[in-house]
């Protein structure tokens, strides 16, 4: 009986190589894109006692506005990504940021003076 080798000789791996800045630049925008979110779903705690005394509700009702927004917010979440699959990631993520950074400015403009 001969012996013969069962596999060749493993072709050692591609050293890692260094993140480009283009790379690095998306990177940054996309873990913003996802801090946003979560800040999104956290603002919603900082609005409860404004949403308690304007509403007249009670604490126990301020916990159907919680779990009445968080799944209506993963619900476009999920209605976003497949837009993305349909008309592409770049454009509906610029829509999306536009669309933020629109309503965030209008938000900024607000000055309560009607209240």
Do not use: H, N
């Amino acid at each position: 009986m001969s012996a013969t080798p069962l596999d060749p000789p493993a072709t050692p791996p591609d050293p890692p190589t260094r993140m480009t800045a283009r790379a690095a630049a998306l990177l940054f925008v996309l873990c913003g894109s996802i801090f946003l979110g979560g800040v999104d779903v956290s603002v919603l705690g900082v609005a409860l006692p404004a949403i308690k005394a304007e509403l007249g509700m009670s604490a126990t009702d301020l916990q159907w506005v919680v779990s009445a927004y968080v799944p209506t917010y993963g619900g476009f979440m999920l209605l976003g990504g497949r837009a993305a699959d349909l008309l592409g990631r770049r454009r509906v993520s610029v829509f999306r940021l536009a669309v933020f950074v629109l309503f965030s400015g209008l938000g900024g403009l607000d000055t309560g003076a009607g209240r």
